[in-house]
Every structure is written in C-alpha cells, then in structure tokens.
C-alpha cells in the first residue's frame, strides 16, 4: 500500500514535535479537569443542601463513574478534539508547501498517496488523542465513584454491562464525525495557499454551521457537524452524558447511531477525494 | 547532446528535451535540452531568474512542462513517486521540520520512503553536525540548516541528486566539505548530480558538465574542461614603466588586448592573446619587451575560470 510510508511519516511527525504532543495531551487534560470541576460543584452542592436540612440528595439515582466519564469524553474535551482535528487536517498539507518541504513528500509517493497517507494519518492521531481522553476520563470518573449499576429506590435502572456498552455504542457514533473534522480540514489544506488561510477556510464554516445547525432543519441530518462535539446536541458524544446516565428521554432514536456513523464517513471519503484531486492538479 | 541511449548504455539521469514553460511574466523556460548522465556532476549556472529552480521542478515532475518531455531515471519525470528514494533533494531552502530535532528530521525521511532506520551519524559528522543531532531544526542557522537538508538528500544513498544552492549559507570550509560529499557520491556510487550554485569556484571544483542558463535557454552546455579550453588565454604581465608596456602590447600582433589592473596594490596589465598558444605568445610578448628596455617583474598565464567564463558568455548573450 502505497499510501503506507506516508501515514506512519506523518503520525511520526504529529507525535515528536513538542505541539503534536500537546495536541494529544490537551483533550484528555480538559477532560480531566472538566470532570474535577463538575465534581468539586456536586460535593458543594450537596454540603450545601446538607448544611439547609434538604434531604434532596437522597431523592435522585445514585451517581456512578459512568456519568462523569461521559462528561469527560463528550465535553470540552471532545469539543477541543474537534478543533485539534479540524486545524491538523487544515495544516497537513498546505504548511508543507508553506515550508518548501512538499516536493519532498511528493518524491516518495504520488500526489494521491501524499493527500491519502496525511489525512489518515491525521485519523490516526486523532483516534490516539480520543483515546488519552477516553483513558483520562475513566481513570479520573473513577477516582470517587464506581463503575457500577445505577439504582433508583432499589431498582436497578441500567446494569454495568449495559451502561459500559451504551458508553461504547455512543464513543463509536461519535468517532467518525471526529474524523471527518480531519478530512474537512485537509480539504481545506489542499485548497488554501497558506496556513493562514487554510485554518480559516477550515474553521469558519464549521463553526458557523455548527452554531446554527439546529436552524437548518432536516438538512442538518445530512452534516457531519450535526454529529461532532461541537456546540452540537445531536452529537452521540454529546447525548451520552445523559444516556449514560439512563435518563428516561434520552435513548438513542431509531437509526441515530447509524446516522451519525455514515453520514460523516460518507462526508469524510468525499472531502479527501476533493483534496485529492485538488492536489492533483496544483504545482507542488 | 547526445543522442537516444542503446539498449548496452544505461539512459541518463535526467533527459530534458525542447522542454518549455511560461509564467505569466513570460517564459521561463524555453526549448531546454538537458542531459544529466550518470556518475558526473552537472553545474547548473545563471544569473538568478534564469529559470534553474523552474528548470529542477520540471525535471522533479514537480511541474508539467508546456512544451517538451521531461525523463528521470529512464521514467516520464511526472511518475518520480516511482524511483522514491532514488532521488535526493534540497530545493527551495532547507524545507525542514522545524519542530523536530535534526535527528528527528533524518528519521522523518527514512519513514516516508518506507525505509529501514539508517545510521546517519556518519554523515552528520561529515558535515559537522554531530553536536547538533539533538537540537530542533527551528533553532538552528540558516547554514546548519542548509547543511542538514544536504544530509537528508544523501541520506539513502540517492541514483540522483538535484541540488539548488546547496552551499549558500555555508563557510567556504564547509561549502567545500558538502561540495566534495556530491562529488563523492558521484564518482564512487556513479550518482547523478545536477546542482546549481553561484559559487562558481567551488563549482569549477568539482563540476564535470555545465550548464549555463539565461532567461530560460541554455547558452552553454559541454564539458566544462572543454568549454573553459574555449576561452581566449591571457596573461598577467608586471612591467615597468607600465604606460610604455601597454603602448607596446596595444600593438603587438599576438595580443587580442590589453588591459590594465590592480592586484594587491600591484599595478599589471592583463593581455588577452591572439592565439590559443598561450606559452608560445607569452615567450614572444617577453621577447618584445625586453628587446624595448621594458623591464618585466613578473609574467603569469591567467588560468581560464569558470567565472570567466560565465562572464563573458553572458557579456555575449542578447540583452
């Protein structure tokens, strides 16, 4: 496979300079101290709610590491994974040019196997920094509570088994709108003729269309953005705080899942052919 | 040029033919013929803007030629992808990763071509970079950095090496280090090595072949042992009195011209001979200014230089 030699040089490359590196690091860090945060509120909440006599507390499910762990991988550090992927997409290949180096990628292999090779590349970090975050968000949910079923009044509402599948479920919907945020942006990348330009190409419809995905109605459905955690309800990682928390209004719809893993990947296959092409027919 | 290579020569390394291509400023190249054989240096000369840079792009693939075909390594030059790692490359500055080490940089290359980790502190030492290996290439000179994109281009041992200005940057030391690892690369691997330079002396050095391009044509191509054999031999004559020296070779039958100079203070006249026997009208200009009382300090033949030679070629092209 042609395309081979190029996905491990640019994971190489993503994983040994010191911003690569943060790249990864940052989500799982956000995630952490998103969960922190939340927890800190709740031990407040209830001291306070303790301290007024309000036996509240008492009344609602009891908290498992399930929650807290779905706030971690679908909050802002999922949000900040969306923009790490959209922006090293973006970057991929434009800044080659930028720098001078892009002959001497297109020396080692052709111009389809360059745009191929970086975007899955650039998949491959992405799914490494989902997976400091998911490893991140576990580790620190279960600093204060267990992975266990979640009992309402003595009735067991969700079993582990199930909840840690509906975790799974929601983290495998989610994944391929992630992705597709890095093939978006190296689409960018192979149109833009600077990094600057490229970032902004990338950036500025995808927030726009993700802060107003909701006005769009039924086209929505058919955007990859509806399902990236980004400012988007409808994404999987999103809703799993609340799944994960067997809420009673909020089971996956019928076809939701498979929804959120098609059309993104649908999307994603069409933005790297476009960048594909793009790039076939620029001057190096 | 020579013609179509048979079926027992190996086809050269680069094979440029009537090869055209316009910018909108105007041409930038135009009707280029280019052989790079094997196992010889080729110097590529011109005044900047002459279309070199434009000219490697095309022979990389890197740009589809308007006109003309252009072939590497007996392959059209549009599928490089193909040889991989049979072509090293320093084009358009060092082009390095700045946020990885020089290390770092070299294993880069290694991995994008599919290639088993090399020990490329041979090299580096070759090229005093040794101390460097460990330092992210942001933060080096621009020299260092011009120094580590030639390791990288020798690297894996490349069939080919196409080199744009490979020694700016550099001290004349080091120049003369990186110029000779080509050289080596050529005469021991039988490499091909197509390299441009303004630093025609160290170029002269080592450059079997040249190259000299003006606004996108070649005005010179050949051996440069031959082409700098056609230059008019001159010689460098202190005499005293100087004024009467001149007055005297102005008119001498075996000399083309006569002009004076100023080397380290030393007042000289640089005499441009008739003939291509140097050795014969030296003797006979001495001959004539002794038998004048011209008193002759010293009497040099000039060596025929590369820059010489660029000079006047371009002093003959049209405007």
């Known amino acids: ?117 970086k975007a899955l590349g650039t998949c491959v970090y992405v799914l490494l920094s989902f997976a400091a975050l998911l490893a991140t968000s576990m580790a620190v949910a279960a600093l204060r509570h267990d992975y266990s079923a979640i009992v309402d009044d003595g009735y067991e509402m969700a079993s582990a088994g199930e909840l840690w599948l509906e975790v799974a479920r929601g983290c495998a919907a989610g994944l391929p709108a992630l992705l597709c945020c890095a093939c978006f942006g190296v689409l960018a990348s192979s149109l833009a003729a600077s990094v600057g330009a490229a970032a902004i ?52 719809e019928q076809g939701e899942l498979l929804r959120a893993a098609l059309v993104p990947t649908i999307e994603a296959a069409a933005c790297l052919a476009l960048a594909w092409l793009v790039t076939r027919r620029r001057p190096a | 040029m020579s013609g ?27 009707g280029v ?30 740009l589809a030629p308007d006109r003309g075909s252009a072939r590497v390594l007996g392959a059209p030059a549009a599928a490089i992808a193909r040889h991989s790692c049979r072509v090293g490359l320093l084009l358009d500055g060092a082009a390095l990763e700045a946020g990885l080490t020089v290390a770092d940089n070299l294993a880069l290359h290694v991995v994008r071509h599919g290639r088993k980790p090399v020990d490329a502190k041979p090299l580096l030492q070759r090229l005093g970079l040794a101390r460097l290996a460990g330092r992210r ?30 020694v700016a940057h550099l001290d004349p030391a080091l120049a003369a280090t990186a110029l000779d690892l080509c050289a080596e690369a050529a005469r021991q691997r039988g490499a091909a090595v197509l390299l441009s330079s303004h630093q025609l002396a160290e170029l002269e050095r080592i ?21 700098l054999a056609t230059i008019q031999p001159a010689v460098r004559i202190a005499a005293r009195p100087i004024e009467k020296a001149q007055a005297l070779l102005a008119g001498h039958r075996a000399v083309r011209n006569v002009a004076p100079l100023r080397v380290d203070g030393v007042a000289l006249l640089r005499v441009e001979l008739a003939s291509a026997t140097a050795g014969h009208a030296a003797a006979e200009l001495n001959g004539a200014l002794h038998a004048a009382s011209i008193a002759v300090d010293s009497l040099a033949p000039e060596r ?10 371009l002093a003959g092209a049209a405007p």
């Open chain 1, 1 to 117: 496979m042609s395309f081979v030699a190029i996905l491990r040089a640019e994971l190489f490359r993503l994983t040994r300079t010191r911003a690569g590196r943060v790249g990864l690091a940052v989500p799982a860090l956000l995630a952490a101290a998103q969960i922190g945060v939340a927890e800190l509120m709740e031990q407040l909440t209830t001291a306070r709610a303790a301290a007024s006599g309000a036996g509240a507390a008492s009344e609602t499910p009891s908290e498992t590491a399930f929650g807290p762990l779905a706030d971690g991988v679908g909050g802002l550090g999922a949000m900040a994974l969306a923009m790490i992927a959209l922006l090293t997409g973006a970057f991929a290949v434009v800044r080659e040019r930028d720098q001078g180096s892009l002959p001497q990628w297109l020396l080692a292999r052709s111009r389809g196997a360059v745009v191929l090779g």
């Open chain 1, 201 to 252: 190409a990338a950036i500025v419809p995808f927030t726009l269309l993700a802060l107003f995905q909701s006005t769009l109605g039924s086209a929505a459905d058919r955007l990859f953005i509806t399902y990236a955690p980004f400012f988007s309800e409808r994404a999987p990682l999103a809703r799993l705080g609340k799944v994960a928390r067997a809420f009673s209004d909020t089971h996956w």
């Open chain 2, 4 to 30: 179509a290579p048979t079926a027992t020569m190996p086809a050269p390394a680069i094979e440029l033919r009537g090869v055209a291509k316009a910018w909108r400023g105007g041409a930038a190249l135009d």
């Open chain 2, 33 to 62: 013929d280019l052989l790079v054989p094997r196992g010889k240096v080729v110097g590529l000369v011109g005044p900047s803007g002459a279309g070199k840079t434009t000219l490697m792009r095309v022979a990389l693939g890197l």
């Open chain 2, 137 to 166: 290439a942001g933060r080096l000179s621009q020299g260092e950095a011009i120094r580590v994109a030639l390791a990288r281009a020798l690297l894996l041992e490349p069939d080919l090496l196409i080199l744009d200005e490979p």
């Open chain 2, 207 to 227: 450059a079997d072949r040249l190259v000299l391009l003006h606004r996108g044509k070649v005005l010179l191509e050949g051996e440069l042992a031959s082409l």
């Open chain 2, 304 to 313: 025929p230089t590369l820059e010489e030679l660029f000079r006047r070629t």
